[in-house]
């Protein structure tokens, strides 16, 4: 039997994170993970260079039922502490696009540092490890695993959401969760390309590979009680792909996405189409299917007169201004209703997790369990795409670890 100060469940971003911070402040900190290769997520994001924060980062980047509940972490533990890290170990890195911050070279670089940050705690290691059960043993847990039993004065979730199952993802942090009386918001795909019905999107799936900057927006209906129904929307590449849409804009906005909500998209944010196209009329000899390439990628231009029941060779000047401000305005506000999404499987994060009214937003402790933290993915704190759910796991992750090696 193995006795600890803290046990870490899940040796991914969180975990590693979690599990150095505690163990540089003196605990006796066991790391335990059910696979033999670990932080295959930070392994493949970013395209293998690992977006590990985002300047930018703050509570508004975030979305949770308990909106404020990350105000605290995020503020103790900034993306320019976790750029400190980094810098310390020189590890070269470059900022993308709207504050994303990639390695040089790498993920792995990432990876191994926060290995070298565990050893630095003295963190003992057991991979391959599962865990068969958590129980109380008085004030201390009694984990049953396939290395022994492990007893600690304290244990931290990290095991994630549901995420990208073929790479280790499993509902196990929300199975503990309930075990010890916490409530699990409802759990969705996020950060996930959308699908559509295939007979409404045969026109469009010629299309696939196609990439171009839109709007896209989810608007939100009233709700019961009086409150109030807006708009969500983002500025981004959008992709078309054989089954629906994807891309940055569409990554985005999925997290907001709901079942039943169509989606709104401007395919010319900051121009008036209709009056661009009647605009061009005047005094042209050009097609319809030429003008609208200038603004559009021609494939995109000429499925646009297809489904719009028009004819792309003809001189635009001869067509009604009535016919053209249709047109114009479908392209200002694109209106589609996506069937689904690509699920589990390609979503990069899960929304929904452990009830964060149940936690300390200050350690990530369970206000009725003490000694049992919840961090990173499995709780409900969901970020935008762009290093803002690694950023989370950073500031989540110190919290607990110093929380739980407090003495």
């Known amino acids: 039997m193995m006795r600890c100060d803290v046990a870490v469940i899940g040796a991914g971003a969180a975990g590693m ?13 066991v790391l335990i993970d059910h696979a033999t290769k670990l932080a295959e997520k930070i392994r493949i994001s970013g395209g293998g260079r690992c977006n590990f924060t985002n300047v930018n980062a703050g509570p508004a980047n975030y979305l949770s039922n308990n909106p404020h509940f990350s105000r605290s972490a995020l503020a103790r533990y900034t993306a320019q502490d976790f750029i400190s890290l980094v810098s310390s170990y020189r590890i070269p890195y470059h900022e993308k696009h709207k504050g994303q911050l990639f390695c040089d070279d790498s993920a792995e670089d990432i990876i191994r540092m926060l290995e070298t940050e565990c050893e630095r705690g003295n963190v003992t290691w057991r991979t391959g490890c599962s865990i ?3 129980g109380k043993d008085g004030e201390a847990y009694r984990l049953s695993t396939s290395a022994g039993e492990i007893v600690a004065n304290k244990v ?11 790479i280790g993802a499993t509902d196990f942090g929300y ?39 839109v709007d896209v927006t989810v608007e939100q209906p009233a709700g019961k009680g009086g409150r109030k129904g807006g708009a969500t929307t983002f500025r981004e590449d959008l992709l078309l792909t054989h089954r629906g ?3 940055p804009a569409v990554l985005q906005i999925s997290s907001f996405w709901n079942a039943g909500q169509p989606l709104v998209i401007d395919l010319l944010p900051d121009a008036d189409a209709a009056q661009w196209l009647c605009d061009e009329k005047l005094g042209s000899r050009k097609q319809l299917g030429t003008v609208l390439a200038q603004r559009l990628p021609e494939r995109v231009a000429q499925a646009w007169c297809a489904t ?3 004819n792309p060779q003809a001189p635009i000047a001869e067509l009604p201004d009535k016919v053209l401000r249709v047109l114009g305005g479908a392209l200002n506000r694109w209106e589609l209703m996506p069937s689904g ?14 009830d964060t009214r149940a936690l300390s937003s200050a350690t990530m402790e369970a206000q009725s369990v003490p000694g049992l933290y919840f961090i990173g993915e499995v709780v409900d704190v969901t970020g935008w795409l762009g ?21």
């Open 156 to 166: 931290v979730i990290a095991t994630g959401g549901l995420s990208i199952p073929k």
């Open 132 to 134: 068969a059960e958590i």
């Open 17 to 29: 994170m979690c599990a150095a911070v505690a163990g540089q402040r003196g605990a006796r900190v």
């Open 175 to 213: 199975r503990i969760a309930r075990q010890f009386g916490l409530k699990i918001v409802e759990t969705h795909p996020a950060l996930v390309p959308l699908t559509f019905n295939a007979e409404h999107w045969a026109p469009f799936s010629v299309l696939s590979g196609v990439s171009m900057e």
């Open 387 to 407: 290093g803002y759910n690694f950023q989370w796991a950073w500031a989540s992750a110190v919290a607990a670890g110093e929380a739980a090696s407090a003495r």
């Open 341 to 354: 999404s690509e699920g589990y499987r390609k979503a990069e994060v899960t929304r929904g997790g452990v």
């Open 308 to 310: 719009h029941g028009a």
């Open 245 to 247: 849409l994807s891309g």
